[in-house]
C-alpha cells in the first residue's frame, strides 16, 4: 500500500516538474508581448490605417449629408424635342419624371433636415435654367417658396431669376 | 317548345354581346378585362372619395354647384357614356344611319375642320364621338358607330364615346409604379378622363373644343397640344387634377408632386394669342438681328467701309439687347386666363340629372 502512494507521489512530482518547465516566464512573455508589437513597422501602420479608415467611415455613414442629384438629372427642353404628336397631347414622360424627382427630393430633405438648404439651393437652380422643362421649373419654384416657409430654412431669393411665365405658371399650381 | 328555344339562344346572344355598363358607363368589348378593371376603379374612387375643400375655379369652369364625387361623376357621365379600347376598329364599326327626323344645326364647323378632317381625327383621337359627330355634321350624313351589336347614332358630341389606349396604363406615365390601382393613379388617370370628356362640349366654332397648334417658342411648337380658350381640354383637366390633389388623403408628397407636375405642363399649353403672336414677330425680329451681325461679324470688308461696318454692328447689338429684354417679359402664360369658349353642346342629347347618375353609381358599387 506504501509503495504504491510512493508511486502515485513520484508520478506527481514528475508532472509539476514538466508542467514548470513548459510554462514561459514572466520575461518571457513580456518577450512574446515586445515581438508582437515589434512588427515591421509598414504592418502596423496599415492595420492603424484600417482601423482609421473604418472608424472614419461609420463615422460619414452615421452623420454625413447624402448627396443630391445634379441640375443635369432635371429634364430639359431638349427632353421633349422630336416627340410625336401622340406623346405630346398628354403630359410627357419626361415631365413625370421631373415632377418625381422633385417630390423625392422633398421627401429626402423632409427626413433628413441637414439636406433642406442644399434642397432649397437645388430647387431655386432648376426653377432658374432656362434648359429645364418649363411645367418642372414651375414646381420647382412652388416648392422653393413653400418649402422654405415650412422647413425654416433661410436661402436667399432676393436675387431669384425665374422668369414671369414660370412665376405665373407656379402661382395656378396647388 | 320552339318559342321558348329561340328565347334561350336569342338571350345567349344579346348577353354575349352585352356591354358592361359601370355607373352608367358602357365599356366596349374591345377594352382589356383589367383596363376596365381600372376604370371601374377609378370611377368609384371619384364617387366615393370624401371631399374636404372645393376648387372654386373648377367648379366656375365646370359649371358644378357643388365638388362632391355625385357632382363630378355626374359630369362625366353627361360626356362620357361608351369607351372603347385601343383595338376598336373605327372603319369596321362605322354604320351611315338613315336621317330621318334628325338635322344638323346650321352652326360653323370649328376652324380645324375647314380644310380636312383628318387634322381633327387626330386631335381629338381619343374622343370619337366628337370627331364622329364633327364629320357627320361635315358630310351631312347621320352616322352611327356599331357597339358589340348595339348601333349608336352620334346626333352629339355629347353621345360621349371615348377611345382608351394602354397609354393610359403604360407604367412610365404612372405617378404609383407598384399599385395601377393607386388613389394617384387613378387622379391621374380621371384628369385624362376630364380632359377627354371636355371634347364632348361645344357648339358652332367651339364644338369639341378642339386643340391649337402651340406658338412659336412654346416647348410643344408647333403640335396640336395648346388651346387659346380659358375653359378648353387642358385647362379642365389642369383643374380637375387641382381639385382632386387637394382631396387625395392617401397620396404621399412624392405622389402629389408628380400631380402638380402635371397640372403645370397642362396650364402651360394655355396660351393668349395676341401674346403668342407678339412673341413669334419678336423671335423673327430677332432671328434676323442675329443672321445680320453674323454678316457683319464674319464677312471681309473693305477698310473704307470698317467704320460703317462697325456703326451696324453697334446698332445690331442694341437692337438684340432690347428685343431680347421685350421677350423675357412677354409671357406666355396669361395672368387672366384667355376669354372661355360658349361650353354649351351643340346636336341632340339629354342632361341627366346627378340623381340619376347617382342612383346608376349606387347600383354599380
Redesign the interface.
Known amino acids: 500500500m506504501k509503495k504504491r502512494y510512493f508511486i502515485l507521489l513520484v508520478a506527481v512530482l514528475a508532472l509539476g516538474a514538466f508542467y514548470l518547465k513548459n510554462t514561459p516566464s514572466s520575461e518571457e512573455i513580456s518577450a512574446s508581448d515586445s515581438e508582437v508589437i515589434n512588427r515591421p513597422q509598414s504592418t502596423k501602420q496599415h492595420l492603424v490605417a484600417k482601423t482609421i479608415k473604418q472608424t472614419a467611415v461609420s463615422a460619414v455613414q452615421s452623420t454625413s449629408v447624402p448627396e443630391l442629384p445634379s441640375l443635369d438629372e432635371f429634364p430639359t427642353l431638349a427632353d421633349l424635342q422630336d416627340l410625336s404628336e401622340d406623346e405630346v397631347h398628354h403630359t410627357p414622360e419626361a415631365v413625370i419624371n421631373g415632377g418625381r424627382l422633385v417630390g423625392q427630393l422633398i421627401d429626402r430633405a423632409e427626413k433628413n433636415p441637414p439636406l433642406r438648404e442644399k434642397t432649397l439651393q437645388l430647387l431655386k437652380s432648376c426653377a432658374e435654367s432656362d434648359e429645364v422643362v418649363t411645367a418642372v421649373r414651375a414646381v420647382c419654384w412652388k416648392n422653393t417658396v413653400s418649402q422654405m416657409k415650412n422647413w425654416r430654412v433661410f436661402i436667399p431669393l432676393s436675387d431669384m431669376k425665374v422668369p414671369a411665365n414660370v412665376l405665373e405658371l407656379s402661382s395656378q399650381l396647388p | 317548345m320552339k318559342f321558348l328555344a329561340v328565347l334561350t339562344v336569342l338571350s345567349c346572344l344579346s348577353s354575349a354581346h352585352a356591354l358592361e355598363e359601370f355607373g352608367g358607363i358602357s365599356f366596349h368589348s374591345s377594352v382589356p378585362a383589367d383596363q376596365v378593371a381600372s376604370l371601374k376603379n377609378d370611377l368609384r374612387y371619384v364617387f366615393t372619395n370624401p371631399v374636404t375643400q372645393s376648387?372654386a375655379e373648377f367648379l366656375s369652369t365646370t359649371g358644378l354647384t357643388a365638388g362632391t364625387g355625385d357632382h363630378l361623376h355626374n359630369w362625366i357621365y353627361n360626356r362620357v357614356r361608351y369607351i372603347v379600347g385601343e383595338n376598336y376598329d373605327l372603319r369596321r364599326n362605322f354604320r351611315a344611319r338613315p336621317k330621318l327626323f334628325f338635322k344638323y344645326p346650321k352652326s360653323p364647323l370649328p376652324d380645324g375642320m375647314s380644310g380636312n378632317s383628318i387634322n381633327v381625327v387626330?386631335v381629338v383621337?381619343?374622343n370619337l364621338g366628337g370627331a364622329v359627330y364633327l364629320t357627320g355634321k361635315k358630310e351631312d350624313v347621320l352616322l352611327g358607330l356599331d357597339m358589340d351589336g348595339d348601333l349608336v347614332s352620334v346626333k352629339s358630341p355629347r353621345t360621349g364615346i371615348l377611345q382608351v389606349g394602354s397609354?393610359l396604363f403604360y407604367e412610365?406615365?404612372s405617378?404609383n409604379k407598384s399599385d395601377v390601382n393607386a388613389p394617384a393613379n387613378s387622379v391621374s388617370r380621371l384628369g385624362?378622363l376630364f380632359?377627354e370628356a371636355r371634347h364632348s362640349d361645344g357648339n358652332g366654332k367651339s364644338t369639341g373644343f378642339l386643340?391649337d397648334i402651340c406658338p412659336a417658342g412654346h416647348?410643344?411648337e408647333g403640335?396640336?397640344?395648346c388651346e387659346v380658350s380659358g375653359n378648353g381640354s387642358y385647362t379642365l383637366g389642369?383643374l380637375s387634377e387641382?381639385h382632386m390633389?387637394?382631396n387625395c388623403g392617401t397620396c404621399?408628397?412624392?405622389?402629389?408632386?408628380?400631380?402638380?407636375?402635371?397640372?403645370?405642363?397642362?396650364?402651360?399649353r394655355v396660351f393668349d394669342r395676341s401674346k403668342a403672336q407678339a412673341r413669334a414677330t419678336l423671335l423673327a425680329e430677332l432671328k434676323t438681328a442675329k443672321e445680320l451681325l453674323q454678316m457683319y461679324q464674319t464677312g471681309s470688308w473693305p477698310r473704307t467701309m470698317r467704320a460703317q461696318v462697325d456703326g451696324e454692328i453697334r446698332a445690331l447689338r442694341s437692337k438684340i439687347t432690347t428685343l431680347e429684354a421685350q421677350l423675357?417679359?412677354l409671357?406666355?402664360?396669361?395672368?387672366v386666363r384667355p376669354a372661355s369658349l360658349d361650353p354649351r353642346a351643340e346636336g341632340n342629347f339629354k342632361e341627366e340629372s346627378v340623381q340619376k347618375s347617382a342612383g346608376l353609381m349606387r347600383k354599380s358599387l
Open positions: 376648387d387626330q383621337m381619343s397609354g412610365g406615365f405617378i385624362t380632359h386643340h416647348q410643344y403640335h396640336a397640344a389642369a387641382r390633389v387637394q404621399t408628397t412624392e405622389e402629389k408632386t408628380i400631380l402638380v407636375a402635371r397640372i403645370a405642363d397642362s396650364f402651360n423675357a417679359n409671357t406666355i402664360v396669361p395672368d
